[in-house]
């Protein structure tokens, strides 16, 4: 139950940073990626927070042996940059510069009632089960 309820506490607090940096608000996005154009630099400090607070944290975190609410640390295995990788990260890319939602902020736009997170979310969705119906299909044909 209490590893429920810090999940739930860091999802608060996450959420609750994306709104204070406005990073549910596709206008303030579109503008940081917007280089050419009404570039709005603003979203480069929570960039910098996010970074700094990350590496900070992870150099004292990661020498326990084991996380405070966990059995074990999550961290990633694979080091590899492959095809996979890289078409989604473009993929990724492509659809937050066009609509300026990455799926947390729009999950958050969306727990707000924020319209174009709304229509966002279910694209969202649709993209993620296309993925897994054909990640399936090609396992399923070898």
Known sequence: MIRLLVALLSGAMFGVGLAVSQMTDPTVVLGFLDMFGQFNPALAF????????????FHFILRRSKPVFADQFQTPTACTVDR????GAAIFGVGWGLAGYCPG???????GGVGTAMMFLPAMVAGGLLH???????ANRH
């Open 46 to 57: 929570v960039l910098g927070g996010a970074v700094g607070t990350t590496t900070t944290a």
């Open 84 to 87: 996979p990788l890289l078409l």
């Open 105 to 111: 902020p729009a999950l958050v736009g969306a727990a």
């Open 132 to 138: 897994r119906i054909g990640r399936n299909a090609l």
